[in-house]
């Protein structure tokens, strides 16, 4: 069983910051790719941000400049850093991995792991 976690979701006024992470658990060999997504009110679920295990990152247009993902392979962590936000980035923000997980015996696999999401809202 493997599962992700959010966390550092908020309310934060137009221009501040916050950082979200995602820590993935369970019987993980390894994690491949890590990524951020989003869906507002109304609107599609949408790539936010998105790192290999080596560190190649690929941002949406929306964000590119003001956001910056990273992750830490030792802690399954994967993170967003958000600067100026607007209140079009409200939204619930859920993480996903690409998951190794398995045994030598049994064999390995790769699963999609999401997160349960983590509200941001960005108000004055």
């Known amino acids: 069983q493997v599962q992700a976690v959010e966390s550092g979701g908020g309310l934060v006024q137009p221009g501040g910051s916050l950082r979200l992470s995602c820590a993935a658990s369970g019987s993980i060999f390894t994690i491949r790719g890590m990524g951020w997504y989003r869906q507002a009110p109304g609107k599609k679920h949408e790539l936010v941000a998105e790192i290999s295990r080596g560190g190649d990152t690929n941002y949406a247009d929306s964000v590119r400049g003001r956001f910056t993902i990273s992750r830490d392979n030792a802690k399954n962590t994967v993170y967003l850093e958000m600067n100026k936000l607007a209140a079009e980035d409200t939204a619930v923000y859920y993480c996903?991995?690409?998951?190794?997980?398995?045994?030598?015996?049994?064999?390995?696999?790769?699963?999609?792991?999401w997160g349960k999401g983590t509200l941001v809202t960005v108000s004055s």
């Open positions: 996903n991995a690409e998951v190794m997980t398995g045994t030598a015996f049994a064999g390995y696999k790769y699963l999609e792991v």
